[in-house]
DNA sequence: CAGTATCCTCATTGATACTG
DNA sequence: CAGTATCAATGAGGATACTG
C-alpha cells in the first residue's frame, strides 16, 4: 500500500489515511460507532451476556438484569435487534409471549463482550488495588 | 441443577444465585459496572484504541480520535487513568508536556476492546445488511 | 405478558472562555 | 500545551399509566 506516502501530509489526508488503514472507526462519521454504542451501552453488555446463556423471554431478561427499566429494556432489545444481532419470536397468544435469542452474527459480538466483562471481573481486585481516587 | 429450585423464591435470592454462579456484573451495586462503563464509554473505546498504538500527548490523542472535546478527553482520560489502566508522564517544561500510555493491565483490556472494534470493523457489511431500520 | 405513551428529572456532553 | 471552570443544551433514564 502506497497509503503510508502520505502520512506525513495535512490533517484531511492523515484522517483518510488512518480511515483506509485500520477502518472507520476514529472517524466521526462512521456507522461502526453507532454499532458499538449499542453493544457497549451499559444495557447492551448485559442483554448481550443473559443471551449467550441461551433464548429469553422480556421479563426475564428483566429480572436476570438486575436494575433496568422496561423502557430501557426494549430500547436496548430493539437496537440490537435493528443491527441484526437477535432474533424476536413472537408466538400470538394471549397473554403475549415473545422469546429473544442471538443471532449467529450477535454470538460472535456477544462473545467478545463476555470475554471482555470475564476479564473485568476476574480482574476486579488487581483493579481496586491500583484505584487511587474517585470514580 | 439445583439453582432452578430457587428461581420461585424472592428476588433476593434469585439476585444472589446470579451472583454466586457467575460474578457480579449483573448485580446493580457492583463495582465491576462503573469499570466496564469506563472502559466501554465512548470516548474509552477509542483512548484505549489509540494508545494500544504506543504512547500519545493529550493533543495527539484528541486529534487520532474524531470528535471528542478537551473535557471529554480529560474526564475519560482520567477515569482510565484512576482504573490503573494508563500511566500519565508529566514533564515539569514551559509549554506542559504530558503523556498517555497504557499500564501492562490497560494493555490487557484495550486488547479485549480493540478485538470488539475491529469485529466490528470487519463485519460492518454483514451489519448494515441485516439492518431493518433506523438507529 | 410485553410492550407503548407521556411526562419529568438529572447526568452527560458540548461550547466557550480562561490559566499555569 | 494541557488542562480547568462555567454555563447551556441534549438526551439518557425513571415513574407512571395505559393497551393488545
Same mark, same amino acid.
Given at each position: 500500500m502506497k497509503v503510508n506516502d502520505s502520512i506525513e501530509k495535512s490533517d484531511e489526508l492523515m484522517s483518510l489515511t488512518l480511515r483506509l488503514q485500520r *477502518?472507520?472507526?476514529?472517524?466521526?462519521?462512521?456507522?461502526s460507532r453507532s454499532v458499538l454504542k449499542h453493544v457497549t451501552s451499559q444495557w447492551g453488555v448485559l442483554v448481550l451476556m443473559v443471551l449467550l446463556k441461551g433464548t429469553s423471554r422480556f421479563s426475564q431478561i428483566r429480572k436476570k438484569v438486575? *436494575?433496568?427499566s422496561e423502557k430501557m429494556l426494549a430500547q436496548t432489545l430493539q437496537s440490537l435487534e435493528s443491527d441484526g444481532f437477535l432474533n424476536r419470536r413472537s408466538f400470538p397468544v394471549v397473554p403475549p409471549h415473545v422469546e429473544y435469542s442471538l443471532t449467529p452474527m450477535g454470538e460472535e459480538v456477544a462473545a467478545h463482550i463476555s470475554a471482555l466483562a470475564e476479564w473485568i471481573e476476574s480482574n476486579l481486585s488487581r483493579i481496586m488495588d491500583a484505584r487511587n481516587n474517585s470514580n
Amino acid at each position: 500500500m502506497k497509503v503510508n506516502d502520505s502520512i506525513e501530509k495535512s490533517d484531511e489526508l492523515m484522517s483518510l489515511t488512518l480511515r483506509l488503514q485500520r *477502518g472507520e472507526l476514529l472517524a466521526a462519521e462512521c456507522p461502526s460507532r453507532s454499532v458499538l454504542k449499542h453493544v457497549t451501552s451499559q444495557w447492551g453488555v448485559l442483554v448481550l451476556m443473559v443471551l449467550l446463556k441461551g433464548t429469553s423471554r422480556f421479563s426475564q431478561i428483566r429480572k436476570k438484569v438486575n *436494575g433496568v427499566s422496561e423502557k430501557m429494556l426494549a430500547q436496548t432489545l430493539q437496537s440490537l435487534e435493528s443491527d441484526g444481532f437477535l432474533n424476536r419470536r413472537s408466538f400470538p397468544v394471549v397473554p403475549p409471549h415473545v422469546e429473544y435469542s442471538l443471532t449467529p452474527m450477535g454470538e460472535e459480538v456477544a462473545a467478545h463482550i463476555s470475554a471482555l466483562a470475564e476479564w473485568i471481573e476476574s480482574n476486579l481486585s488487581r483493579i481496586m488495588d491500583a484505584r487511587n481516587n474517585s470514580n
